[in-house]
């Protein structure tokens, strides 16, 4: 199984990136998929969650309004577009996959996002 996180980089505050996780070796369509962020010394915490067909999507409040996840399930791609990024949003970002129908999780390396001027 292989999950790899790309697009993370250094942004001005309230500028954009988007970051992609590229899947394969699982059927994509069974696995739930969602982005999360760590500061070193905290705890990870979840960003953004879609359901295996896309059809349902979460946002933390942190982040509502500015964030946006979705996928394409015919190129196993979890996209997660950021704007209105702010210095609190520096963090390495992961991408999972949860299975539907399983407990099996699968994580990436992680991309990390500098938001500084």
């Known amino acids: 199984v292989s999950v790899v996180e790309s697009g993370g980089g250094l942004v001005e505050p309230g500028g954009s990136l988007t970051l992609s996780c590229k899947c394969s070796?699982?059927?994509?369509?069974?696995?739930?998929s969602s982005w999360h962020r760590q500061t070193p010394g905290k705890e990870r915490e979840l960003v953004a969650f879609i359901t295996g067909d896309g059809n349902s999507a979460r946002i933390v409040d942190a982040v509502k309004g500015r964030f946006t996840i979705s996928r394409d399930n015919v190129r196993d791609l979890v996209s997660l577009e950021m704007n209105s990024l702010k210095p609190e949003d520096k963090d390495v970002y992961y991408c999972k996959l949860q299975g539907m129908s399983s407990r099996a999780e699968f994580w990436g390396q992680g991309t990390q996002v500098t938001v500084s001027s």
């Open positions: 070796g699982v059927p994509f369509d069974d696995y739930h």
